[in-house]
């Protein structure tokens, strides 16, 4: 098994240790960040001191060599800008604050200082001021209330910070005084408060020098990053498999589906679905109920078969049982068998409703059923078949045992008893076209079928005399429009047997509103 098929097993074995690590990551940034905070603070205030030190060294170095050194007991000391030219004197702001920014720039820090200014002293080094320098010149002569105005260096890049900060030199009256009076002042009409130049400090910082401040974050990443990723892949392994998984459900759905319609061809619509909604189960058993069984012949087939091609009898056949099935499935009748040429269907399980109700829907379906071989015999004589099949049809009701009979391996869901064979005789006595049912049939559906009474018969395994009614050939259509329930609580209306004006009439009847 390679790692990452064990670290996969392992968080799906278990799934809460990613909730855990998820909320250690979450509690983790603030700490993280708080504590990059405190290093990136500790780290800016050494350089703050540093830069501290070495201005305030310079400043003692440069008060010590340049004013204090020159300082003469016993002459007089004044204050020039070019005093260096003359013994004892010492120089005043402006020259100190040039030459102490050259000093402090002569130290190679990260901070630098100049004193600029537009109207510098004749004979002194000309002094280009930076554009940030002249637009806060610029800014300050017009009012600009801001004591501090901050730049973007020129220098900034991509790896590098530089800030510029500019403050204005506001003349005062000793310098108003000194410089409209001193012969070197390029401008003698200075007034307090004018703008004489600007002092400004620039401050660069190398980005990689705050990136390593984020020691603990960059931990962090690295370790939440990391994994991040091995938990990305293995949410990629588990789509995979998920993937293929659910391609091998979809193929197996749909081969199971396929399984599924050619099964539903050799079952019966009501055992189909009582199988496949877990209603009944694939075990031998079997219950006693009382049914309605239909058995249906073709009268003289074997003379018919002889007539016929195999290839025209098996089309021929098959349409006559698949017109039949159709007219089945209409009145939900439970096909059990075709034998040969022989239907055989009952009412009553695995969905009945009631033993007259089954009665009353195997006859009905048994005079449609003849019905529509009527007319399928005028379709066959037209395509030259001129023995077309007429069928004899008996139905009984009583009890039968219906189930699953056979073997573990194999088994068969069909009805057994006398009164399942007792349909079988009476098929046998009813003529090409007609229709036997035996007494309790008959007594469910007299209301709505004129049938004749036949003369008591024995059949072997029932020790009773069997009364049955026969429903002659072409009958069938003398059937009425209506039909009553056998208690009475309902009627069915055939619009198909209805003249035009009656139904007319029952249409309006329908569309009138109700009163009260």
């Known amino acids: 098994m390679t790692f990452k098929r064990r670290i996969g097993r392992f968080f799906v074995n278990q799934p809460h240790l990613i909730n855990w690590g998820l909320a250690l990551a979450i509690l983790a940034l603030p700490v993280v960040v708080w504590l990059d905070l405190m290093a990136i603070t500790d780290q800016s205030l050494r350089r703050q001191g540093q830069a501290l030190d070495a201005v305030l060294d310079t400043v003692r170095g440069y008060y010590a060599r340049n004013v204090i050194a020159r300082l003469d007991p016993d002459g007089q000391t004044i204050a020039t800008h070019d005093y260096h030219d003359r013994a004892g004197a010492i120089p005043i702001p402006a020259t100190m604050s040039i030459e102490l920014g050259d000093e402090i720039a002569g130290h190679g820090l990260d901070v630098s200082y100049r004193f600029a200014s537009d109207y510098p002293f004749a004979g002194r080094e000309t002094v280009t001021l930076t554009s940030a320098e002249e637009r806060a010149l610029s800014l300050y002569r017009d009012g600009s209330a801001d004591h501090l ?181 209409k009145h939900g009748a439970t096909i059990d068998k075709f034998i040969g040429d022989a239907i055989v269907a009952f009412f009553g399980d695995p969905e009945t409703l009631g033993t007259a109700e089954d009665a009353r829907a195997c006859v009905r379906m048994a005079l449609e059923m003849q019905e529509r071989l009527a007319e399928l015999e005028q379709e066959w004589r037209a395509r030259g078949i001129d023995r077309p099949f007429r069928a004899r049809i008996g139905i009984n009701t009583g009890y039968c045992n219906v189930g699953n009979f056979g073997s573990e391996a194999r088994m068969d869901y069909t009805i057994i008893g006398a009164e399942a064979n007792l349909a ?77 004006a009656t139904r007319r009439q029952l249409q309006a009847l329908l569309d009138k509103p109700a009163k009260g």
């Open 424 to 500: 079988a005789r009476l098929e046998a006595a009813a003529e090409p076209g007609g229709i036997v049912m035996s007494h309790e049939t008959y007594a469910h559906v007299r209301d709505f079928v004129a049938a004749e009474p036949m003369p008591p018969m024995q059949f072997k395994g029932i020790t009773r005399d069997v009364h049955p009614y026969a429903i002659a050939p072409g009958r069938a259509g003398t059937l009425p429009p209506t039909e009553a329930s056998a208690d009475g609580k309902s009627l069915t209306v055939h619009l198909d047997r209805l003249d035009e």
């Open 149 to 329: 105005l901050y730049f973007r260096g020129a220098e900034a890049g991509l790896f590098s910070h530089h800030l510029t900060m500019v403050t204005p030199v506001v003349m005062e009256e000793a310098c108003v005084a000194c410089h409209n009076s001193h012969p070197d002042s390029t401008k003698t009409d200075w007034q307090v408060g004018d703008i004489r130049g600007v002092q400004s400090y620039s401050i660069a910082q190398q980005v990689a020098t705050s990136l390593f401040s984020f020691s603990h974050l960059l931990l962090y990443m690295v370790v939440v990053g990391g994994l991040g990723i091995l938990f990305a892949v293995h949410q990629l392994r588990l789509a995979q498999r998920f993937r293929k998984i659910s391609e091998e459900l979809s193929s197996n759905n749909e081969f199971l589906a396929g399984i599924s319609m050619k099964i539903s061809r050799y079952l019966s619509p009501q055992v189909y679905r009582s199988i496949f909604s877990g209603e009944k189960d694939a075990s031998i058993s079997t219950e006693r109920k009382k049914l309605t069984v239909f058995f249906s012949d073709i009268k003289d087939f074997t003379q018919t078969a002889e007539t016929l091609q195999p290839e025209e009898l098996t089309a021929l056949l098959n349409e006559y049982f698949t017109e039949m099935s159709a007219i089945a499935a």
